[in-house]
């Protein structure tokens, strides 16, 4: 296969994010329009709409026609098969609106999200949120920004020295019924009002509905952390490239060594812990710093 020209497969992410976006935004005045609501039910909190089909259809073919020699993973063709070394695009293609819950309310926080990964990295990745117009886009070696505009993180250069001073992002997911599901709430728990953790509670804990989005928001340094266990590879796959370019690290559960590679292995394993770039001190690097909060933060979980 032929060298990736990153640049352009950025441009092109880019565009298409953004008319997917545009899609989702008009999908919602008409919805709200017309009253229209019979979603198709995955589970009771699991919403998949007209809106999202129409997307679907939208950057499938796009992508089809630019590179028709790439794969796709997304849920109409992830069947638990391997991701293979080939560039592949991981999107959700069932559902492409992230956030989708979120989108059904008309809270903003909904985003599509649309990566590529070459050899189980992601290499490009693009989120947009049409109803905040924030984009944010990055590719392998070439920064992430937001708006195509202002680099990222956007908040300065911060220290973090325990996570009793951070803003952390997790979620409910869309599986409510299993243990899984009380040992999540019991971790929240324990970050979010004992001191169990960095000798300190952490300043918030925050619910936004939408992977993707979340992990940009830490990538851009507005969030500290974000956690969570069961997404997929296309909720998270352009968010940690995103993430990566802006001095983030991504692991994986803590039986996973913690050396913040994201391999294939990872990408599929659905369990996610994300930390923003910290600014080194005099005893410690970045990313000394990240793998240490990472190690606290995963200790208190299942
Ligand atoms: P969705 O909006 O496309 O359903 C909420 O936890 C976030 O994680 C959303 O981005 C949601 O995507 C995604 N998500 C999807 N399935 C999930 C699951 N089984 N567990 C946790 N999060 C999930
Ligand atoms: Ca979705
Ligand atoms: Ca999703």
């Known amino acids: 296969m032929a060298e990736l020209d990153l ?9 298409l994010a953004r008319e997917a976006g545009a899609m ?6 008409r919805r709200f329009a017309s009253g229209a609501s019979e979603d198709q039910k995955l589970n009771s909190v699991d919403l998949v709409t007209e809106v999202d089909k129409d997307v679907e259809k939208f950057i499938t073919e796009k992508i089809m026609a630019a590179y028709p ?3 796709f993973i997304g849920e109409e063709t992830y069947h638990g098969q391997e991701l293979t070394d080939d560039p592949t695009w991981i999107a959700d293609l069932r559902s492409p609106i992230d956030g ?26 693009v989120v947009y949120n049409p109803f905040l117009e924030q984009l944010f886009s990055a590719a392998k070696g070439r ?4 708006n195509q505009g202002t680099t990222l993180p956007c908040t300065g250069d911060r220290p973090l020295a325990s996570l009793g001073e951070a803003l952390i992002i997790a979620d409910f997911g869309s599986r409510r019924s299993n243990p899984q599901y009380k040992s999540k709430m019991d971790t929240m728990y324990i970050v979010g009002a004992t001191p169990e953790i960095g000798g300190k509670m952490a300043h918030s804990v925050r619910i936004l509905g939408s992977a993707a989005l979340s992990i940009c928001y830490v990538a851009a340094g507005m969030s500290d952390t974000y956690w969570e266990i069961g997404c997929w590879p296309w909720d998270v796959c352009a968010g940690i ?11 994986g559960t803590k039986s996973r060594p913690l ?8 990408l599929m394993g659905r369990k996610y812990f994300v930390i923003r770039h910290i600014s080194p001190t005099e005893t410690e690097t970045t990313f000394e ?5 990472a190690k606290e933060f995963l200790d208190c979980t299942d």
């Open 69 to 71: 020699d790439h794969k």
């Open 7 to 15: 640049d352009s497969i950025l441009e092109f992410t880019i565009q």
């Open 100 to 125: 989708t819950t979120n989108f059904v309310h008309g809270f903003p926080m909904v985003c599509t999200s649309i990566g590529l990964a070459v050899k189980g990295m992601p290499v490009v990745g």
């Open 259 to 266: 050396d913040g590679t994201v391999d294939k292995e990872m």
């Open 24 to 29: 989702i935004k008009n999908g919602q005045e």
């Open 289 to 293: 710093a990240q793998q240490r909060l």
């Open 143 to 146: 920064g992430a920004c937001l």
């Open 241 to 251: 490239c995103i993430l990566h370019e802006a001095g983030g690290a991504a692991f």
